[in-house]
């Protein structure tokens, strides 16, 4: 069974940066098939995407609202993937979700980090 454990998620000032990492465990198939998105959520809104990273890690795509601030990576020696998260802004703060996707199968979701930006 595929596990999504992402990490990294804290408290930050306004202008800071922070890297959250999603590690995938559980797979019957190569991590390097998977496309890796991140998405965020705060209370009492739907689930948003911020970011995807296909299985080549050369297509990137990224939401409007983090574009040019936030990168996404990933490392298939350590079925691993990254969001660096630079300028962050209060509204920024979330929790922040990792999923990975083989083919068109359904995603497989982590339980989740929660990143505050607050001075």
């Known amino acids: 069974q595929v596990h999504v454990a992402e990490s990294g998620g804290g408290l930050v000032q306004p202008g800071g940066s922070l890297q959250l990492s999603c590690v995938v465990s559980g797979l019957s198939r190569p991590f390097r098939a998977f496309s890796m998105r991140w998405y965020r959520q705060t209370p009492g809104n739907e689930r948003e995407w911020v970011a995807r990273?296909?299985?080549?890690?050369?297509?990137?795509n990224y939401a409007d609202s983090v574009k040019g601030r936030f990168t996404i990576s990933r490392d298939n020696s350590k079925k691993a993937v990254y969001l660096q998260m630079d300028n962050l802004k209060p509204e920024d703060t979330a929790v922040y979700y990792c999923?990975?996707?083989?083919?068109?199968?359904?995603?497989?979701w982590g339980q989740g980090t929660q990143v505050t930006v607050s001075s």
């Open positions: 999923s990975a996707q083989y083919g068109g199968a359904p995603e497989v």
């Open positions: 990273i296909d299985t080549t890690g050369v297509r990137r």
